[in-house]
């Protein structure tokens, strides 16, 4: 069993209820992601998002990234938390957006600028280019890229100019499977640069990313003690899974133990049922 | 290949549609030619008055001096245009959009009364006019480009943390710039129909539109037609001029229009 320990949170959910129009899609959630440390490892935290289309998912996601205040609650980071700004969290929305009036190169540019000095950020966007096989590409505009493309440019995007936080919504999705061994990568690389990176994978493909996480969110309806389902999804107690705690976090090689099998089953059932 | 220019959204080489519009327009002007209409003037007359209004009229130097006022009524409203679209991002300014959009529906022939008492000289009152109704015009076209802006958008410049005036800078400056363009290009015909009724009004400027006027009044229909050919070419190749500019600056623009 490796060895962990929990420290301060790096990001807080309290009392997330969302409503559009008397429309409840989140009801009380409330959710903490501690700093977890492992000796002699920068070891940061990720976290896999599952739930049904059209849950909620990418509408949390949008409110922990402050870009939707939620109807009650709030979405605390940093350390000594506050609530969250615009910017603190990175964001790749699920359509992948990129700015269409500026070229590939350019895009990555305006972003690692906002972190980086000329030189730097020029060395950094190169870099991404190499690594997502986008170089030949660098002169496109994001309407000449293709798919799997403009959804590496956009990661890309993201990962120049986050801070410790960043928020992948469907980041597998309609890549090859390079590409995403690729991604994945990168996402193992990003979370073992430094010990508060925190990155959240919603995702359909429960095999992929739950071999990355250490912890798990299933958001669906809640049933009442009358076996009725309540308005809105909520992410409860059980369907909060802790996957160090399990065993079942930072190995190689995990796809194939049966214990990761068995909880793979176990959450798709999870999934159908809501 | 030439049932192709029967083929919905079929793409001849351009070799062939030129070729095909050109003898669309041979065959136009042998019809003209051939079957005069009763009234309307001849080919022939048509060229002959053209030639009469080039060399004793300065058809030309008229049809510079109307095309210099217009292009300089435009830069202005443009500005001035920007301006006031821009402004509505803080909704304080947000009712001038508003006025400003909704004043297309004032009538010249009323403003110019007020302007001819504001301003002193007529190119002044002229110039003002145009710039007047090429603004309101502008304004509607350019604050209903800027509210396609989207929430992904948005929210897209926002988590590459720029700030709230920075994301609009991206986004709606930057981002629709090549869409103002557009805007201008299909407003300036208003300039361009405007100006030959604005200087029919103010006739110690001359200009194109007061040739077009003697020539009415003298019942010279072939002149009239002549003038009114002109008019129509300057307006198309202006058109063309625009088009180029966007090819040139935006070349992002036209990438995702259907080929
Ligand atoms: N701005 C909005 N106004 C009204 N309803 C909305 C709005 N945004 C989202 N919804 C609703 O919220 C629900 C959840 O949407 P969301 O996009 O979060 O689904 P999702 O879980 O990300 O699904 P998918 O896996 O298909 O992306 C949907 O029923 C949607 O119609
Ligand atoms: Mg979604």
Same mark, same amino acid.
């Given at each position: 069993m490796t060895d962990f320990s929990y420290k301060e949170p790096i990001l807080t959910l309290r009392d997330i209820s969302m409503q559009f129009g008397g429309e409840v899609i989140l009801r009380d959630i409330s959710l903490d992601v501690l700093n977890v440390v492992r000796p002699g490892l920068s070891q940061g935290q990720v976290v896999g998002f599952y739930g049904r289309s059209g849950i909620g998912k990418s509408v949390l996601c949008r409110i922990i990234a402050g870009l939707l205040p939620p109807t009650t609650g709030t979405v605390l980071v940093a350390d000594p938390p506050r609530p969250v700004c615009p910017g603190d969290v990175g964001f790749v929305q699920q359509r992948y957006p990129l700015f269409d009036h500026r070229t590939l190169l350019d895009n990555l540019l305006v972003a690692a600028g906002r972190k980086h000095a000329p030189a730097e950020a020029k060395a950094r966007a190169e870099d991404f280019l190499t690594r997502f096989d986008l170089a030949p590409h660098r002169?496109?505009?994001?309407?000449?890229?293709s798919g799997g493309q403009r959804q590496r440019a956009a990661i890309a995007q993201q990962l120049l100019c986050s801070e410790h936080l960043i928020i992948l919504d469907e980041p597998f999705s309609g890549l090859d499977i390079a590409m995403i061994d690729e991604v994945k990568k990168i996402i193992l690389e990003v979370t073992t640069l430094d010990e508060l990176n925190t990155v959240v994978i919603v995702s359909h493909d429960l095999a992929t990313t739950t071999a990355l996480s250490d912890t798990l969110w299933l958001l669906g309806p809640e049933r009442d003690a009358a076996g009725q389902c309540l308005a809105g999804a909520t992410i409860s107690k059980q369907h909060q899974y802790n996957l160090a705690q399990m065993g079942l976090a930072w190995q190689p090689g995990i796809q194939a133990r049966p214990e990761f099998v068995q909880l793979i089953e176990h959450l798709k059932d999870e999934i159908r049922k809501t | 290949m030439l049932k192709d220019l029967f083929v919905p959204n079929a793409k001849p080489r351009p070799g062939v549609f030129l070729t095909m519009v050109a003898c669309q327009v041979a065959f136009l002007l042998l019809l003209w030619l051939f079957y005069p209409l009763q009234l309307f003037p001849t080919l022939g007359e048509v060229v002959a008055s053209f030639k009469d209004l080039v060399t004793t009229q300065g058809l030309i130097q008229e049809l510079w001096a109307s095309l210099t006022t217009a292009l300089g009524a435009l830069g202005i409203a443009t500005v001035l245009a920007l301006l006031i679209s821009y402004l509505t991002a803080l909704p304080f300014f947000r009712p001038i959009a508003y006025a400003a959009s909704k004043?297309?529906? @004032?009538? @010249?022939t009323g403003l110019t009364f007020f302007m001819a008492l504001m301003v002193s000289s007529g190119h002044q009152v002229k110039l003002s006019v145009l710039i007047f109704g090429a603004t309101v015009y502008l304004v509607t076209g350019m604050t209903s480009v800027i509210l396609t802006t989207t929430q992904e958008e948005m929210d897209h410049a926002r988590t590459l943390g720029m700030s709230e005036w920075r994301s609009f800078y991206e986004v709606v400056v930057l981002g629709k710039l090549d869409e103002m363009l557009e805007v201008v290009r299909q407003n300036f015909a208003i300039i361009w129909t405007m100006i030959t009724l604005v200087e029919t009004l103010y006739q110690s400027e001359g200009g194109i539109g007061l040739l077009l006027y003697k020539q009415n009044r003298y019942l010279h229909l072939a002149g009239v037609v002549a003038i009114q050919l002109i008019i129509l070419a300057t307006g198309a190749l202006q058109d063309y001029v625009f088009e180029f500019l966007r090819r040139t600056f935006f070349p992002y623009s036209e990438l995702r229009a259907a080929k």
């Amino acid at each position: 069993m490796t060895d962990f320990s929990y420290k301060e949170p790096i990001l807080t959910l309290r009392d997330i209820s969302m409503q559009f129009g008397g429309e409840v899609i989140l009801r009380d959630i409330s959710l903490d992601v501690l700093n977890v440390v492992r000796p002699g490892l920068s070891q940061g935290q990720v976290v896999g998002f599952y739930g049904r289309s059209g849950i909620g998912k990418s509408v949390l996601c949008r409110i922990i990234a402050g870009l939707l205040p939620p109807t009650t609650g709030t979405v605390l980071v940093a350390d000594p938390p506050r609530p969250v700004c615009p910017g603190d969290v990175g964001f790749v929305q699920q359509r992948y957006p990129l700015f269409d009036h500026r070229t590939l190169l350019d895009n990555l540019l305006v972003a690692a600028g906002r972190k980086h000095a000329p030189a730097e950020a020029k060395a950094r966007a190169e870099d991404f280019l190499t690594r997502f096989d986008l170089a030949p590409h660098r002169r496109k505009y994001p309407a000449q890229l293709s798919g799997g493309q403009r959804q590496r440019a956009a990661i890309a995007q993201q990962l120049l100019c986050s801070e410790h936080l960043i928020i992948l919504d469907e980041p597998f999705s309609g890549l090859d499977i390079a590409m995403i061994d690729e991604v994945k990568k990168i996402i193992l690389e990003v979370t073992t640069l430094d010990e508060l990176n925190t990155v959240v994978i919603v995702s359909h493909d429960l095999a992929t990313t739950t071999a990355l996480s250490d912890t798990l969110w299933l958001l669906g309806p809640e049933r009442d003690a009358a076996g009725q389902c309540l308005a809105g999804a909520t992410i409860s107690k059980q369907h909060q899974y802790n996957l160090a705690q399990m065993g079942l976090a930072w190995q190689p090689g995990i796809q194939a133990r049966p214990e990761f099998v068995q909880l793979i089953e176990h959450l798709k059932d999870e999934i159908r049922k809501t | 290949m030439l049932k192709d220019l029967f083929v919905p959204n079929a793409k001849p080489r351009p070799g062939v549609f030129l070729t095909m519009v050109a003898c669309q327009v041979a065959f136009l002007l042998l019809l003209w030619l051939f079957y005069p209409l009763q009234l309307f003037p001849t080919l022939g007359e048509v060229v002959a008055s053209f030639k009469d209004l080039v060399t004793t009229q300065g058809l030309i130097q008229e049809l510079w001096a109307s095309l210099t006022t217009a292009l300089g009524a435009l830069g202005i409203a443009t500005v001035l245009a920007l301006l006031i679209s821009y402004l509505t991002a803080l909704p304080f300014f947000r009712p001038i959009a508003y006025a400003a959009s909704k004043m297309r529906y @004032l009538t @010249l022939t009323g403003l110019t009364f007020f302007m001819a008492l504001m301003v002193s000289s007529g190119h002044q009152v002229k110039l003002s006019v145009l710039i007047f109704g090429a603004t309101v015009y502008l304004v509607t076209g350019m604050t209903s480009v800027i509210l396609t802006t989207t929430q992904e958008e948005m929210d897209h410049a926002r988590t590459l943390g720029m700030s709230e005036w920075r994301s609009f800078y991206e986004v709606v400056v930057l981002g629709k710039l090549d869409e103002m363009l557009e805007v201008v290009r299909q407003n300036f015909a208003i300039i361009w129909t405007m100006i030959t009724l604005v200087e029919t009004l103010y006739q110690s400027e001359g200009g194109i539109g007061l040739l077009l006027y003697k020539q009415n009044r003298y019942l010279h229909l072939a002149g009239v037609v002549a003038i009114q050919l002109i008019i129509l070419a300057t307006g198309a190749l202006q058109d063309y001029v625009f088009e180029f500019l966007r090819r040139t600056f935006f070349p992002y623009s036209e990438l995702r229009a259907a080929k």
